[in-house]
């Protein structure tokens, strides 16, 4: 909701704080074998008693049926329209690498492929090579050279990697090179519009001098770039919300997302425990905290149900240390659901808690998919849920006279 | 969600099937005497223990509060936008005529009225005269030439005709010439805007010449004409969706709607079991089916509590026989409810259910309005149905990085 047309005159800084703890993949679906989803398959003692004192809820990321990336999954819950404000997966890309952009830079996601004697292309992910087969590929990749700008290239997993150019006037409008499709040959980045011919000469230089570069290997002998993206200027947190919000997140991705919303970063380590260590050493100097789970989505997408159950579990015990710091409004949802059947992201609709000294429960007696959705708090979009957290904290006024 | 800015990106085609069975008026309020609604009075084991295996919801079709017709209550079904996407009055009319109307075609929705003799209406709908009674006179209106574009007339029922004219620029920004109350004489067809003047010439000579025809009758003795429209050009559901649509319906106007929409019409004949005859032999050919069922709207538009608890359960009956088809996806709701006690279409929300390998059940036990509004869709509106029947198709990819 940071679109509502009054919000700059609803929001006040107080003391009070926020920790917005964002479950990754939170929502799942039952097994066939037991009919129980993952939240439901799990032993949760503590996330259960704390919805027993919350207000509790279901939240639509995007809208029914729309299953989101990360990117618009987390955008959503800080208060951005998944739709209007979208990332670019060149800019995402990037920011999971950790790679810092600065206003201007152009990011592209590129892939390695494997074009047969003709040109044509037999694997748009060259075979998926090892990361260790691809850093020296793209050592050789980073001595190129292009016209109109500075480059830089960046090792991502696997066949991936992203270039990055700096300079002036680099417009995004350029055709994407990989053809989506085998057999064809990759296509020519040529400029969609007049604001963006340097980048087309660019990456078309260096398309063509990697494909010399690469030439003579069996597979791997050839580049597609896509998502030519640079970063967005948006409205940023601490300016709409008049916040001094924090980010607490293992992976780079979600540390460049929330930058790029105007949250402070703090390093942080490998583990949840490193992230609440972080949350307490930092806690007097923020009121707002983004605090990032990650290994529910990662069992999710790896079909592990057990897995999704167990870091479920793990977590839960970490909520009374997260509580213990006394926060006067704890928010827990997550971005999306990642059901461990569909082994994969999902439209499903997110467990959602609102916990502050307002809530008292709703008759929710389980932190599940089917408990949430009998909450106060009912079914909502993921762009409200700022909202109610601002609200419950004391951080917003009244509307309207 | 037809116009969802991405849906090009994310729509994709699969073998895998949609079934969209549309009860027409399925929602409806209890009797007084037993605190039931249609829906919990009816015996329906089947859809029930169908609704044991989905995931259950609750549809508003426009906005709550709002009635609508079964234009926007079928196209919101569909994804589009009822607002945004509203058809003329003249060419529902056509289209329920059975009547072909070909671009730029325009339509008009006419009634016989009568006037006193000092040219005031004295009735708006001459009375409701029978349809016998009518026919006698459209034959004669049917003589009637007009300048700019040919004219045909069609026969509705009772009162109501419909005129077609077709020829080059027949703009459709004429003043209707309804005053919408009774002691007025009936208005001049003024065109509002340069485009229209031709249409307006037109119709100003055929309503003069109606005047001329049948001057001397005691009722009946003049035209009212309104709702000038042209069949519209929106996005086409095989386009959009990436589908291969086929609309299964009796009546003419959800045919002829389909058809607008981009779906193909099957031929099919008067009953349900002949629609079903009609997806048995056509379910190889599409992989979307709409499948429109009457009956339940026709008994609540009748105030006929008992007919509609009857064509409920005619319909039950039938689902065992359209699941044995086996496709991956059913989903059943209706375009608006219908409730007995009402005897009209009303803003009530609209029991769904979505099945598919997916759904394994909300707890929810029973198709009816009170077991639809605890299940895990929620409250969504009518335009989002769509997407999450492509989502539990698989029809959909993820959207954003």
């Known amino acids: 909701m940071i679109d509502f047309p009054y919000i700059g005159d609803l929001c006040r800084p107080t003391d009070s704080k926020i920790v917005m703890l964002v479950v990754d993949g939170l929502g799942g679906l039952p097994h066939p074998d037991t009919g129980k989803s993952e939240l439901e398959s799990a032993d949760l003692p503590n996330l259960d008693r704390l919805a027993q004192r919350s207000a509790a809820g279901l939240t639509t990321p995007v809208a029914p049926g729309i299953t989101p990336g990360s990117g618009p999954g987390h955008t959503a819950l800080f208060g951005y329209d998944p739709v209007k404000y979208l990332i670019g997966r060149g800019v995402l890309e990037a920011l999971g ?65 992203v270039i990055v150019l700096s300079g002036e006037g680099l417009g995004i409008n350029v055709r994407e ?59 940023r947190m ?61 069992a999710g997408e790896d079909g592990d149900f057990r897995a999704k159950v167990a870091a479920l579990q793990e977590l839960d015990a970490r909520i009374p240390r ?9 928010v827990i949802t997550g971005d999306h659901s990642t059901p461990a059947i569909m082994a994969s992201h999902s439209w499903h609709p997110v467990p959602l808690l609102v916990s502050s000294s ?44």
């Open 322 to 330: 997260l509580l213990a710091l006394g926060a006067e409004t704890v």
């Open 177 to 235: 090179t990989d053809p989506s499709v085998t057999g064809a040959a990759p296509l020519e980045p040529t400029a969609l519009s007049d604001d963006s011919r340097v980048t087309a000469r660019a990456v078309s230089v260096f398309a063509n001098e990697a494909r010399k570069r690469l030439a003579g290997r069996a597979t791997a002998n050839m580049v597609l770039l896509r998502g030519f993206s640079r970063l967005p200027n948006w409205p």
């Open 238 to 298: 601490d300016d709409v919300y008049r916040l001094r919000p924090a980010a607490i997140a293992v992976y780079p991705m979600y540390r460049g997302l929330a930058r790029l919303l105007g949250m402070e970063v703090l390093p942080t380590g490998e583990t949840i425990d490193d992230e609440l260590d972080t949350l307490e050493q930092s806690f007097e100097d923020h009121d707002f905290f983004f605090l990032h789970y990650k290994p529910a989505d990662a």
């Open 97 to 161: 690498l950790g790679i810092e952009l600065r206003d201007g830079d152009l990011a592209v996601r590129c892939n390695f492929c494997t074009l047969d004697d003709s040109g044509f292309i037999v694997d748009r992910r060259a075979g998926r090579i090892a990361t260790k087969e691809s850093r020296p590929l793209v050592d050789e990749l980073a001595r190129i050279e292009v016209p109109g700008a500075s480059l830089s290239v960046h090792q991502g997993r696997e066949y991936r990697f």
């Open 358 to 401: 307002l809530t008292s429960g709703d008759g929710v007696s389980v932190f599940t998919e089917r408990g949430c959705a009998s909450g106060s708090i009912g079914h909502i979009p993921a762009t409200s849920v700022m909202m109610l957290a601002m609200a419950n904290a004391g951080k917003l006024i009244r509307y309207g006279p």
